[in-house]
């Protein structure tokens, strides 16, 4: 039996597919089993609460071989990352009461770094929270999501595919989230390690390569174009952010244009993606017209 945090999301929904492939029992821990049906319906072991509850993670451990653990995304956090330091210590709380045979986190390129990488800080605080613990742990630290070039089969019909990306055609790392999927489940059923290891997770891909995979799919000839810095608070905010929260999510992109996101870290394991942009953008393209 394995948990999985975030069942219902991108990352833990690929883990638990890999896992139920796998013919393994997975157990998730829902806020409301109810929008989780389809989990249960699969099989899946449901256990009520969140991870804002330190008893409700210890109960959602308890027997289980391995433990796929997240933070929730939030793109406009509270002052010094409230929310995540608030969840990464009740993951240690219950960690430290019911301890597992290991635990796959899911963390991010640039998490080596302590400052300067915006949102990004909030998954160096969660490696930082867990280097205390004793059990063996792996820290995925994952490219950008391919997933969220997915606004461009909507904005993209005139050719062009605005991007934070500056300058379109330098590399960082890049990865899709069936990938990532890939990986945990490897990890979790895998064979046992020792210790804390970091796995970086993706390739190096440009903005220039995504928008012309786009192209492919659209039958368009796509071109990515950096959005020029002064608009980035405006691209935020139509992306849902709150006006005047964006400077974390400014600050991990302007990283990212600074190399923060480059493969290679001393000390590092590293796993390519399989899947490509293009797999990405034709799989939504399919699901959309189904």
Do not use: C
């Not at 997933?147 to 899709?176: C, D, I, W």
């Amino acid at each position: 039996m394995f948990l999985v945090m975030g069942i219902t999301g991108k990352v833990g929904g690929a883990t638990a597919r890999h896992l139920l492939a796998q013919g393994k029992k997975v157990r998730a821990l829902v806020r409301d089993p109810a929008k989780a049906a389809s989990w249960a319906e699969q099989g899946v072991e449901l256990v009520a609460g969140d991870w804002n509850d330190a008893a409700a993670i210890q109960r959602a451990l308890e027997s289980v071989d391995g433990a796929f653990l997240m933070l929730p995304p939030i793109w406009a956090p509270g002052p010094n990352f409230k929310e995540a330091k608030g969840v990464i210590a009740n993951y240690v709380e219950a960690l430290t009461k019911a301890p597992v045979p290991r635990v796959v986190a899911l963390s991010s390129m640039g998490a080596n770094r302590t400052s300067g990488m915006g949102l990004i800080t909030a998954l160096s605080l969660l490696e930082q929270g867990f280097r205390n613990l004793t059990l063996p742990i792996a820290y995925v630290r994952a490219g950008g999501f391919y997933e969220n070039f997915l606004y461009g089969l909507h904005v993209a019909q005139g050719g062009a595919l605005p991007v934070f990306y500056n300058p379109t055609n330098r590399k960082s790392t890049m990865v899709a989230t069936d990938d990532i999927g890939a990986e945990i489940a490897t990890l979790l059923s895998g064979p046992a390690w020792s210790g804390h290891r970091a796995i970086e997770l993706g390739s190096m891909v440009s903005a220039d390569e995504v928008a012309a995979q786009l192209g492919e799919v659209m039958k368009l000839d796509v071109k990515a174009v950096a959005v020029p810095r002064a608009d980035w608070p405006g691209a935020f905010e139509q992306f849902g952010i709150p006006k005047g929260q964006s400077g974390p999510a400014e600050a991990m992109y302007e990283a990212v244009n600074a190399g923060g996101m480059d493969l290679g870290i001393e000390g590092t394991e590293h796993v390519p993606g399989a899947t490509s942009a293009r797999d990405v953008f034709a799989a939504a393209q399919k699901a959309a017209t189904a």
